[in-house]
Nanobody, 123 residues
Framework: VQLQASGGGSVQAGGSLRLSCADS????????VGWFRQAPGKEREFVAA????????TYADSVKGRFTISRDQSKNLVYLQMDSLEPEDTAVYYC?????????????????WGQGTQVTVSS
């Protein structure tokens, strides 16, 4: 596995987690990166994305104001800071690298997907 999401866990509602996306074999410093999630019995949905420079970000309405995506080019890492977590945020979270350099909400824009990390929020 090259692209890996990590940092998931179990928290109570209102808590925080920070997810990380890393690739040990290739750099994605010139690519947009996105976070998606999939809850049991539901389709995968977009969460957040960031462009190659980190200056452009976009979020799903359901997480806007609570989640923050960022990247550290020097470390080849992308983060998803999740605050004020709600039980509805429970899902497996995946990071993905886009074909292009922009931040995209469309899963079709991403051609490189990593293994996910489980996030469980209890009420």
């Amino acid at each position: 596995v090259q692209l890996q999401a990590s940092g998931g866990g179990s928290v109570q509602a209102g808590g925080s987690l920070r997810l990380s996306c890393a690739d040990s074999r290739r750099t994605f410093s010139n690519n947009g990166v996105g976070w998606f999630r999939q809850a049991p019995g539901k389709e995968r949905e977009f969460v957040a994305a960031i462009n190659w420079r980190g200056g452009d970000t976009t979020y799903a309405d359901s997480v806007k104001g609570r989640f923050t995506i960022s990247r550290d080019q020097s470390k080849n890492l992308v983060y998803l800071q999740m605050d004020s977590l709600e039980p509805e945020d429970t899902a497996v979270y995946y990071c993905a690298v886009a074909r292009g350099s922009f931040a995209s909400t469309r899963s079709a824009s991403y051609n490189y997907w990593g293994q996910g990390t489980q996030v469980t929020v209890s009420s």
